[in-house]
């Protein structure tokens, strides 16, 4: 992707909030990732009728939760929690060992997204109208401080201690939607580095009240479960761009 920013060429596209620019521009933010492992009978569940499934991490399908806090972005700030799974077109044999070594290059996987609330009008107007993902407005309150806590509204809490793993460079994240019942595949480049934990600290909660994303986490039996992995960034750096049809989303 480029060095800096002002490489990057924008363009107009009308929304009903307004107007956005593409690509969107994440230039500071926080984020907290846990990764799970989830039964697959219960994650495929999710993709009834649609032509991806899960893509099986030794018998179990592979789930993110991401929390971010944008502070300074070309859509304004805001907060966001998305909830995907790791999926592959039905038929198809991508590699783990080139998802490992480039997310990008293999077309026929992503990140299903099952979920991504989000707490402004602009960005979900954006989000559902450009890519085609799940968003819906709700309060999110988020306190990056020594230790992260993420609260979405009465569904989820996230809370995690300090990271004390490796640094590496960000990995880049390829989502897949549903727009226009074509299935979007976006490739969305970072720019920062993150800190690996073990996830020992770090806890997944449903306070008791309901909710898409705590529907799904409950569908997925990920209450209180302990993630595998969690990473964690406070210069959160990304751009997003117009995703591409890879395909009908739905089976025939």
Not at 77 to 85: D, R, T
Not at 105 to 130: M, Y
Not at 146 to 167: C, Q
Request: aromatic letters at 8%; a positive charge.
């Amino acid at each position: 992707m480029p060095e800096s920013f002002a490489d990057v060429r924008q363009h107009r596209v009308e929304t009903t909030s307004g107007g956005c620019d593409l690509p969107i521009i994440y230039r500071d933010g926080s984020l907290l990732g846990f990764f799970f492992l989830a039964d697959l009978r219960a994650a495929s569940r999710l993709f009834d009728g649609l032509t991806i499934e899960p893509w099986p991490l030794f018998g179990r399908a592979l789930v993110s939760l991401f929390a971010w806090e944008y502070r300074d972005s070309t859509v304004g700030s805001y907060g966001e929690v998305g909830l995907g799974i790791q999926a592959r077109k039905r038929g198809s044999r991508p590699s783990l060992l080139g998802l490992g070594r480039d997310m990008r290059a293999q077309d026929d996987q992503g990140v299903w997204v099952v979920n991504l609330p989000v707490t402004t009008k602009q960005a979900h107007s954006a989000g559902v109208e450009i890519w085609g993902y799940p968003k819906y407005v709700t309060p999110i309150e988020t306190d990056f401080d020594t230790a992260a806590t993420v609260r979405l509204g009465r569904e989820i809490e996230m809370s995690s201690g300090p990271m004390r793993g490796p640094r590496t460079n960000a990995f880049p994240v390829v989502s897949l939607t549903m727009k226009d019942a074509q299935l979007v595949r976006t490739v969305i480049e970072m720019k920062h580095r993150v800190r690996w934990d073990s996830g020992g600290t770090s806890r997944l909660t449903l306070p008791g009240g309901s909710g898409p994303t705590a529907d799904s986490v409950r569908a997925l039996g990920l209450q209180d479960k302990k993630p595998i992995a969690v990473f964690r960034t406070d210069t959160f750096r990304a751009v997003l761009p117009a995703g591409k049809s890879i395909g009908p989303a739905r089976a025939a």
